[in-house]
């Protein structure tokens, strides 16, 4: 979305008209506030931040996954490695551990 001049608004401004400011923003708008002429903080309607955060944790996620694919295509190179079977078998090693140990 492009921020148009009437949406820059001086903060000691906004004081005296935040309820206009609000449904403007309400209405689709977003408003920068300023502090001394720099942007200061941004009135973004509520749904709207809510998809923001909603983007952000997708992003994260997303992020997260390409980390994790670095990491073992890393491993790959450095030969740390193991077949399908030496993992199921190590899997089925550490349950049974835990059962043992929740028994006792």
Excluded at 34 to 54: C, M, P, Q, R
Excluded at 68 to 97: I, P, W, Y
């Amino acid at each position: 979305m492009t921020i148009r001049a009437q949406d820059v608004v001086p903060i000691s401004e906004a004081r005296a008209r935040l309820t206009e400011l609000a449904e403007d923003v309400v209405a689709g708008a977003e408003k920068v506030l300023t502090k001394n002429g720099s942007a200061f903080v941004a009135i973004v309607d509520a749904k709207k931040l809510d998809y923001y955060h909603e983007l952000e944790r997708h992003e994260l996620g997303r992020l997260l996954m390409l980390s994790d694919a670095e990491r073992g295509m890393h491993d790959v190179h450095a030969g740390r490695t193991s077949s399908a079977e030496d993992f199921r078998r190590s899997l089925q090693d550490r349950a049974e551990k835990r059962r043992v140990k929740s028994q006792t």
